[in-house]
């Protein structure tokens, strides 16, 4: 039994965006049969500016699927994973929190590192990235050995947990989905449930109009006790020039710190 993490891009978007292309040049034919003059020149414009983008958007698409998979030739994901996996040490008989754990990857990663430690994924498991499940997540930690792991349904909004809980905490690609003007609120909500001296590394796009001032955010956190705090580029740690241009990922950074 083999280990499936799947991938970070929905199946869906390479269905619905070469389907999308599909009707809007079925529709731009069948208007511009119907229509004369200056209409027929303004609706095939718009269709054709709006088929354009539906091309580009699957292009992109197929090709940030072919680089993401964790079994294809370039494996993204899984060098993000495990690039970020170093950066979590947790103390034996300690506990550390996977926030947003998706398909397993980051807490099993977590987990073969610190193999007498004890690892608790969380996700929401929401419809938009179906192909992921807490069921995945178990069969994923079963092929791959490990039995310091356990998974349980959690909101990053709202965790299921007490303050002062873990060693340390990770999380991987997650807040910049969620649908928040105050992402810095929910790092607080996460970064709650770690315990004094513990560590955390948080990995996303931490880019100002997802995150606002993160260079503030750290001076609070040092306020708040931390005895050390860095926001780590890892654009070229852990990907090519050309993958970050392409992926979007030209801000993606380590959110690393000390408790």
């Not at 090709?63 to 994973?81: D, E, M, P, Q, T």
């Not at 929190?97 to 193999?115: E, Q």
């Not at 050995?145 to 909101?155: A, C």
């Not at 969620?178 to 590394?201: C, D, H, V």
Request: hydrophobic letters at 45%; a positive charge.
């Amino acid at each position: 039994m083999k280990p499936d993490y799947k991938n970070w891009i929905p199946k869906w978007m390479l269905i619905a965006y070469p389907a999308g292309a599909l009707l809007l040049l079925i529709l731009m034919i069948v208007f511009a049969a119907v229509l004369s003059g200056a209409a027929k020149v303004i609706v095939t414009i718009i269709f054709a500016l709006a088929l354009a983008a539906c091309l580009i958007a699957g292009g992109w698409s197929f090709f940030a699927y072919n680089r993401f998979s964790y079994s294809g030739k370039h494996k993204l994901s899984k060098r993000i994973v495990e690039g970020v996996a170093e950066y979590v040490t947790v103390p034996d008989g300690g506990k550390c929190l996977d926030v947003g754990c998706g398909s397993g990857a980051l807490t099993i990663a977590v987990a073969k590192k610190n193999p007498k430690a004890e690892l608790i994924g969380c996700d929401r498991w929401t419809k938009e990235y179906s192909d992921f499940s807490k069921l995945l997540c178990k069969e994923n930690a079963r092929a791959e050995g490990l039995d310091n792991i356990r998974f349980q349904k959690g909101d990053a909004t709202a965790l299921p947990f007490e303050d002062n809980t873990f060693d340390a905490v990770c999380s991987n690609y997650v807040y910049h989905n969620i649908p928040s003007r105050n992402r810095q609120a929910i790092l607080l909500e996460t970064l709650r449930t770690l315990k004094k001296g513990g560590t955390f590394a948080i990995h996303d796009i931490f880019s100002k109009n997802k995150y606002g001032d993160m260079e503030a955010f750290m001076q609070e956190l040092y306020r708040m006790g931390y005895e050390k705090v860095e926001l780590i580029d890892t654009t070229d740690q852990l990907m090519s020039p050309s993958e970050a241009k392409m992926m979007l990922l030209s801000n993606s950074a380590l959110l690393y710190g000390v408790k």
